[in-house]
């Protein structure tokens, strides 16, 4: 890109009479047009994923392209506040973590020069926006495209045709450009046809009734067909022999939902190629790998065989195969018959589509040094048992670009005069060391953040925070086993304790929770209505000066930037062996906020690489669990505990009102009694009076500022490892096999 051509177009551009939209628009498209989006020849490796969680675009960019601070002083000179283009909504193509880490290997792919391209949906509302509306979370459609697009190109001469049974469908790609040392390009496909609306229209729609599980389906077959053909057209046109399809390619699946593509790739071989059924399957394991985020069964998909064949009976013919054909070579290499069913492709009429990757995968990764270990294990271990090579660890990362040097360009700024050019090896961070100047010029910032993040909150939500306060954050997917319910439980003690006297000297404090329950989840939308009821009676209490509870409404990135810059304490409090990694303690500890969590997913590698006594780990741990299992009963366990019983009675004593819904008496029972699941299924309550002691442990220390701030700097320093540029690398050289170029 001719930077000073850039520059001069926005130099020149007059703003007059024009809304923020369109300016966003003028410098987006000049800055799309002055790029040179040519591919190279050269191994390739594919990223498939059924959600990108990408967030604003525009400032990623311009950093990206080396003219953002340009950029900023010529719009200041117009009268033009950079910040305005925060009206734009993120792109609505994600849920959590699973889409968020994905954004981050496509950012750090392209800065660190690897040829790795995603491919995805362009859903036209994504997930949904969340209001709360008295509490109570309200989806509405988030149309985010309605702001335009200007970051993404159609490329209509591209498109194919998807086979359903009973329809077709056109699925259009769009390329959202990837830029860093080299441009990358993030492929959405979207359905056009006359009953493709559907497909496309919102990411993760229920399937709890038949409709709704074939949705799913069409969802995930359009995005594998439409991977899979484009990239076999590619290399046919390109080398003429599909066989060596796996010499320039390498395709890495992003948990179970793009599973039906490695069938998809078996059936173009043997229909369309006449290639055999056995050098089909060779063919596929030469070229697909599978990382697998969690070992929550809900999201190790099983297809019902009926639902398949019903609209892809090609499909279902194959995976039948596939279950043939590894069964024959499970038995010639004798294993008994628990392990085959535990294998197997397909059993008890259902297809698994997570059996189905770990056969074919040629590298299976779990995402945490834990989370790795548990599935070699448990969930796979018989698979292990036969094929321990393919299983590998790959910690996850975050890319430092978005969360630290876009959301924190002060606390950048004293790192580049503290570490050198960790930008570029962000492995310097490990000459930010404890010093005097350091730690004031640290305090500075985070208070500095503190009040952006306070203003922040009183401009969108219009509550009032004190800056000053210690800032908490449990920001993720509302899930019981993360345990927002905890924290909601543990402000509850901390706050009866204040009012009855028993906690004096509490530093007032102000918890924020972020995230979206999914819409059919019934008992996480009861928690989001829990915490709002208690955020409601704290924060309108006006003897009450020490506690304040935030719950960020819609949470995105636009706002995690916000909260992750400016809070003190992350809160990382998953049921120990549950969280395969998560990626928001990174974020949170390069942004020099403590961990206060469980032994579980990378809090675990966070705690080896900062120490123990610069975080706060408290809880069971996995092997605690093993041994609870069986006999923790959590009614006797409340009966041992007045004080957390009470806080849990609240459920149900009429201190708080769901409004008829039954929400509360639900999540009570789900603690109290064993109905389809074992009673308090997530030792909440277990944990609970360690983690009270735990967050009033950090209160006091916190009240040594210095000494805090040292824990902060020693956790920025250490999180070099955490950055998606060490785990894209480790991607590259281990599994996929591709070079810099």
């Avoid at 391209?117 to 859903?123: A, L, V």
């Avoid at 702001?147 to 001469?157: A, V």
């Avoid at 990411?203 to 484009?230: H, M, V």
């Avoid at 459920?651 to 509360?664: A, E, P, Q, V, Y």
Wanted: net charge neutral; hydrophobic share 40%.
């Amino acid at each position: 890109m001719d930077k000073n051509k850039f520059l001069n177009y926005v130099k020149d551009l007059d703003f007059s009479g024009i809304s923020v939209t369109e300016i966003y628009n003028k410098i987006s498209n000049a800055a799309v047009s002055m790029l040179n989006l040519k591919r190279r020849e050269c191994r390739y490796a594919t990223y498939i994923s059924i959600e990108y969680l990408v967030g604003n675009v525009f400032y990623n960019n311009l950093m990206a392209l080396g003219v953002l601070e340009q950029v900023t002083e010529i719009l200041e000179k117009k009268g033009v506040n950079i910040n305005i283009f925060e009206e734009i909504e993120d792109a609505a193509l994600g849920n959590g973590g699973l889409g968020r880490l994905a954004a981050c290997f496509l950012d750090s792919a392209a800065a660190k020069g690897y040829p790795l391209y995603g491919y995805g949906i362009r859903y036209k509302y994504g997930l949904f926006k969340q209001v709360i509306e008295k509490g109570c979370q309200t989806e509405y459609p988030d149309d985010w495209q309605k702001y335009g697009d200007p970051w993404s190109i159609k490329k209509e001469e591209e498109s194919r045709t998807i086979h359903f049974k009973d329809y077709d469908v056109k699925a259009v790609p769009y390329d959202m450009l990837i830029i860093g040392k080299r441009i990358n390009a993030l492929r959405l496909f979207e359905a056009e046809g006359e009953k493709a609306k559907e497909i496309c229209e919102y990411l993760y729609p229920p399937d709890d009734t038949e409709q709704g599980k074939l949705l799913r389906i069409r969802q995930e077959y359009f995005l594998s067909a439409a991977t899979i053909g484009e990239l076999i057209d590619r290399h046919i046109s390109k080398y003429n022999n599909i066989l060596s399809f796996s010499k320039y390619n390498c395709i890495q699946l992003n948990d179970t939902h793009p599973v039906m593509a490695i069938a998809e790739f078996i059936r173009i071989l043997t229909s369309i190629y006449n290639i055999g059924f056995d050098d089909a399957v060779k063919a596929a394991k030469k070229s697909f790998n599978y990382t697998n985020h969690t070992i929550m069964p809900e999201a190790l998909e099983c297809w019902d065989y009926k639902l398949i064949e019903q609209i892809l009976p090609d499909i279902a013919n194959v995976l039948i195969k596939l279950h043939n054909y590894s069964q024959a070579e499970w038995n010639n290499i004798s294993c008994q018959k628990d392990e085959m069913n535990s294998m197997a492709i397909f059993y008890d009429n259902k297809f698994s589509m997570a059996n189905t990757a770990v056969y074919i995968a040629s590298s299976v990764n779990g995402v945490a040094e834990i989370h790795t270990e548990i599935i070699k294990k448990q969930l796979f271990s018989a698979a292990n048992k036969y094929y321990p090579s393919k299983f590998k660890n790959v910690t996850n990362g975050v890319t430092h670009r978005r969360w630290l040097q876009l959301c924190n360009k002060e606390l950048s700024a004293l790192l580049d005069d503290s570490a050198g050019k960790w930008r570029d090896n962000i492995h310097l961070l490990k000459n930010f060391i404890v010093s005097d100047n350091n730690i004031k010029e640290f305090k500075k910032i985070k208070a500095l953040k503190k009040r952006q993040l306070a203003d922040y909150i009183l401009k969108r939500q219009g509550i009032k925070i004190d800056s000053e306060s210690i800032v908490y954050c449990h920001i993720k997917r509302l899930h019981e086993y993360k345990r927002q319910l905890m924290t909601a439980f543990a402000i509850l003690c901390i706050y009866y304790d204040i009012k009855t006297g028993k906690l004096t000297d509490f530093y007032p404090s102000t918890f924020i929770f972020g995230g979206k329950a999914a819409a059919g989840y019934f008992r996480a939308k009861g928690i989001i209505k829990y915490i709002n009821e208690i955020a409601d009676m704290i924060n309108n209490d006006a003897a009450n000066d020490k506690i304040k509870v935030v719950f960020a409404e819609n949470y995105n990135v636009s706002y995690a930037e916000k909260i992750i810059a400016g809070s003190d304490v992350s809160l990382q409090v998953s049921t120990a062996g549950m969280e395969a990694s998560g990626t928001g303690n990174m974020k949170l500890m390069m942004n020099g906020a403590v961990t206060a969590g469980t032994m579980d997913g990378a809090n675990i590698e966070i705690v080896q690489k900062a120490g123990k006594q610069n975080n706060y780990i408290f809880g069971a741990t996995v092997e605690d669990i093993e041994k609870l299992v069986g006999t923790y009963c959590p009614v006797s366990f409340l009966e041992k505990n007045p004080k957390l019983k009470y806080v849990v009675n609240t459920l149900i004593d009429g201190t708080f009102s769901d409004k008829g819904k039954g929400w509360f008496e639900e999540i009570y029972n789900s603690l109290t009694k064993t109905i389809w699941h074992r009673a308090d299924n997530y030792f909440v309550l277990y944990d609970l009076p360690a983690y009270v002691e735990t967050l009033l442990k950090v209160n006091e220390d916190y009240k040594q500022k210095d000494k805090f701030a040292i824990k902060a700097i020693n956790n920025i320093a250490n999180s070099g490892y955490f950055s998606s540029d060490r785990t894209i690398a480790e991607y590259a050289k281990d599994i996929w096999k591709i070079d810099s170029v």
